[in-house]
């Protein structure tokens, strides 16, 4: 099941609040990257096919075929030199490139 920290919970608030949207919020794959999948997050519409998280006032969904990789999945909130958000991470697949960690 999909964890969400304390200081992903208080980013999504600023987020939901400054862009005055009332959608729930989608975890989707967003292709892969050099350490495995990556997901994003952004607001969308509730189906059928979703799987609902509730997390201190949020609603977050995902479809049900991403069960097995959320499974471990951490929203967070993250800052970097390009500015803070909130990230969705998963278990390492441990498929990174070269001699490198992963890009995230």
Known sequence: MVTVTPKAIEAMKTIVDESKRNETIRIFFA????SGPA???GFDKKTEKDVEVKADGFTLIYE????????????DSVETPQGAGVVVRVKSTGNSCASCAGCH
Request: charged share 30%; hydrophobic share 35%; net charge negative.
């Open 31 to 34: 292709g892969y990257s050099c």
């Open 39 to 41: 997901y994003m997050m």
């Open 64 to 75: 049900k075929n991403l069960e097995d990789e959320l499974r471990e999945a951490i929203v």
